[in-house]
């Protein structure tokens, strides 16, 4: 499916053509050399269309397809299942968590099978979890945490958290939104206009986009938006919430260098000739000033896996 002009979902401004990702590719790519699988993951779907046309907004850089149309909710569930895409142990839960006080209540959009509820429920945190899933929800009541099913039906007013929300959380959802305003939405409905909101997604310091390489798992149908900082506020801005605070996920200098020697014809060498153990060690480390020296700009701004925004209503701004 080709268009003549896409619209950034986060700031409005036109974007520019990237090129089409047809489904068939996109699925071979996802479960290589096994036939059966890919036919499941096109067939799950529900996708009626043959690609998606990937653009980059103009003004604040979001990358983003058109139709933006996520598949359905059984492709989740197959693909989480058969792929093993569950994540665990995340770095901005815990950062999140660390950051709440025994008077929070704490409302999470997508929690899965609860592991942040666990982070708060550690910490005497009141908290509840909704989810586009009814297997995840589930799995959040047979642990003993208060969760409820979300409907991507934003009229559905009946679903809702038993409580009003002090802070809000959402991790690694927003890139799978058709509509990413709507977790900005159910925040401003479910919340005091005090409240934090946080949103994490895959950064756009990960190694794959600064060395400008493919990663289906970060393209369509499983994610149609690729954020940056400045995309994350424009969609604040676009939805009542101003941008308070921005954190990549860090990683130290030596983890930097050890994945960008690895990502890089660098590693060549190193990787067929040094003994195991502390002799092959030191003789990477003794490769890292020169890895630096060709990569010093991947190797400075590189991050984790996630960036974690704290957003807070626009009338609060006064406050701080």
Not at 155 to 171: C, D, H, K, L, R
Not at 190 to 214: E, F, M, N, Q, V
């Amino acid at each position: 499916m080709t268009i003549p002009q896409a619209n950034c979902p986060a700031c409005g401004a036109v974007g520019t053509a990237l090129g089409a990702l047809p489904l068939r590719s996109q699925f071979q790519r996802m479960a290589p050399n096994q036939p059966q699988r890919q036919e499941s993951l096109y067939a799950t779907s529900g996708l009626a269309f043959d690609a998606y046309d990937m653009w980059r907004c103009s003004s604040c850089r979001v990358e983003f397809v058109a139709p933006m149309k996520a598949p359905a909710g059984q492709w989740y569930a197959y693909a989480y299942d058969e792929l093993g895409l569950h994540a665990t142990g995340r770095w901005e839960q815990d950062t999140v968590a660390a950051a709440l006080s025994l008077d929070d209540k704490v409302v999470e959009i997508g929690c899965g099978a609860g592991e942040f509820l666990e982070h708060c429920r550690a910490r005497g945190v009141r908290a509840h979890g909704l989810d586009f899933s009814t297997a995840a929800v589930q799995m959040c009541r047979q642990r003993g945490l208060s969760a409820s099913e979300l409907s991507l039906c934003e009229q559905n007013g009946e679903i809702a958290p038993p409580f009003t929300a002090t802070a809000v959380a959402s991790f690694h959802v927003i890139e799978h939104l058709e509509d990413p305003g709507l977790l900005f939405r159910m925040a401003s409905r479910w919340s005091l206009s005090d409240a934090k909101l946080w949103i994490s997604a895959p950064s756009d310091r990960r190694l794959d986009r600064l060395l400008g390489r493919a990663d289906v798992m970060d393209e369509p149908p499983h994610h149609l938006t690729r954020w940056t900082h400045a995309g994350l506020r424009a969609v604040g801005i676009q939805n009542g919430w101003t941008l308070r605070e921005f954190i990549y996920q860090p990683i130290s200098i030596r983890q930097r260098l050890y994945d960008v020697m690895s990502a890089t014809a660098d590693n060549t060498q190193i990787s067929s000739t040094s003994p195991a153990g502390w002799t092959g060690r030191a003789a990477r480390y003794l490769r890292y000033p020169r890895v630096y020296a060709r990569h010093r700009g991947v190797v400075q701004a590189l991050s984790g896996f996630s960036m974690l925004a704290c957003f807070v209503r626009d009338d609060e701004m006064g406050a701080y």
